[in-house]
């Protein structure tokens, strides 16, 4: 097993690994699978306090191609809508259903989104880039089956 696991290095480890290409995906729908959830805590902006947030880590691909987007979900009472979003695209919620989220079960889920390009500014380095940014995540579709099918 040519598996590696994570884990601290120490001072005189050796190194080899190369940074990742960074991809920019094109807008558009995606289907998408969720890789990693954090806790975290915002420290609070302009109209929302600080408080709890999810990073959620969802990978897209296209053929070949694939790329993963940090998704943060505050954990505030004016954005229940953003986490009902999300627990529905991944099918651990109904539309108009009341749950405890379980976050410990979301890493695996899988789900469709839009996805856009966020273009961003770095003034002290004198930098610009852009990154994708989930945009909207769609309700997770019920496989229904005519008659006979199984």
């Not at 930098?127 to 995540?137: C, D, I, M």
Request: aromatic letters at 10%; a neutral charge; hydrophobic letters at 30%.
């Amino acid at each position: 097993m040519n598996e590696k696991t994570e884990r601290a290095l120490d001072w005189e480890d050796e190194i080899e690994q190369d940074s990742a290409e960074f991809t920019v995906f094109p807008e558009g729908d995606y289907d998408f699978e969720v890789t990693g959830f954090e806790r975290a805590r915002y420290q609070g902006g302009e109209k929302i306090p600080p408080c709890n947030k999810a990073i959620i880590k969802v990978k897209i691909k296209d053929g070949e191609k694939s790329t993963t987007i940090n998704h943060n979900l505050l954990l505030y009472s004016t954005l229940e809508w953003r986490l009902s979003e999300f627990f529905v695209s991944i099918g651990m919620k109904k539309k108009g259903e009341k749950v405890a989220p379980k976050w410990g079960n979301v890493i695996g889920s899988t789900g469709r989104a839009k996805i856009g390009i966020r273009k961003w500014e770095n003034k002290e380095k004198g930098t610009s880039g852009e990154s994708n940014e989930v945009l909207k995540l769609y309700p997770k579709e019920q496989k229904t089956f005519r008659a006979g099918e199984f």
